[in-house]
């Protein structure tokens, strides 16, 4: 029961993969600016968290879901699963807004 919240987060990130392939949304449309976006924004939510963490704001819940793994003090693995797919889902939607109104437009 342990990993049941990172495999939720890695199910809803092949979501993401297969909406991005099937509508040319992101990676599939420029792989190197979207690599540079997720990595900048994963990074910067990364950071974020590390300054709370800092400044005794957010903390690590206690939870079975949860595999225990930590990339840093209070800072769990899962976190960074759920940044990515935050940050993908994100891009995923603007990209996808951008080729509804394209499309209306024509």
Excluded at 8 to 17: D, E, I, Q, S
Excluded at 23 to 40: E, I, K, P, Y
Excluded at 71 to 79: F, N, R, S, T, Y
Aim: net charge negative; aromatic share 14%; with cysteine.
């Amino acid at each position: 029961m342990g990993i049941l919240y990172l495999v939720a987060l890695l199910v809803a990130l092949t979501g993401m993969v297969i909406l991005d392939h099937r509508f040319q949304l992101f990676f599939w449309r420029d792989t190197l600016r979207a690599v540079m976006v997720l990595v900048l924004g994963i990074s910067f939510f990364v950071s974020w968290d590390l300054a709370g963490i800092g400044a005794g704001v957010f903390f690590r819940g206690e939870t079975d879901f949860m595999t225990g793994l930590q990339v840093a003090p209070e800072l769990p693995i899962e976190e960074c699963f759920f940044l990515a797919l935050l940050c993908y889902l994100t891009m995923n939607l603007v990209a996808a807004a951008a080729l509804a109104r394209k499309r209306s437009a024509e």
